[in-house]
């Protein structure tokens, strides 16, 4: 059985760029019925004993299990994605290590910033941004609804949800606004840069 993971600042640590309110609908209300409803899908087949990456490689294009892929890779990018946050008042500057491969592979911060804004705001409808590693290098991509990164045989770095609950009560439809909030103030680098090592 699987269980909402605690997260790793509290409810108000994200303000002003993520409020609390919206953060306990997101964590507590949408994040948690993914979890509920994985565990109800699964109680007594054989994935219950299954690690969530597992569920999720087993039941990908499976259209008899699609419910429980959804569901299992809603927690899983969830889970990922609160590790990419930290807390608004915490200072951090990206970690020289990720920032030379940043540099290498998008020329300049600024110009990731803009290539995974560009991607978030395409992503027709529900979905993630990711910055992820592929072959040694540096890449964004998106993904729709549920799908995840790691089925593509790359290594997720950080992720950006842009459902809209995770920004519609505090920026309506400027979902743009919320990107640029999130990558400027919110983003645990020190997160990404262990990533990009692995």
Request: net charge negative; with cysteine.
């Amino acid at each position: 059985m699987f269980i909402l993971r605690t997260l790793p600042y509290d409810l108000k640590a994200l303000e002003p760029y993520m409020s609390a309110q919206t953060l306990e609908f997101h964590y507590g209300k949408h994040h948690q019925a993914y979890v509920d409803n994985l565990n109800k899908l699964i109680k007594g087949t054989e994935m219950a004993e299954m690690s969530l990456e597992d569920i999720i490689k087993l039941s990908a294009k499976q259209e008899d299990k699609k419910a429980i892929f959804n569901n299992a890779a809603q927690v899983y990018n969830h889970n990922i994605f609160w590790d990419c946050l930290r807390p608004a008042d915490t200072k951090m500057e990206v970690p020289a290590t990720l920032l030379t491969l940043i540099e290498r592979d998008f020329s300049s911060l600024e110009n990731m910033l803009s290539e995974f804004k560009r991607a978030a705001l395409t992503q027709f409808g529900s979905g993630w941004a990711w910055l992820v590693k592929e072959g040694g290098k540096l890449k964004i991509m998106k993904t729709a609804n549920a799908d995840t990164a790691f089925l593509y045989g790359v290594t997720p770095i950080l992720v950006l949800d842009v459902w809209e609950h995770s920004y519609y009560l505090d920026y309506q439809n400027r979902r743009g606004d919320f990107v640029s909030a999130i990558f400027n103030n919110l983003f645990n680098w020190d997160f990404a840069a262990k990533n990009a090592a692995l």
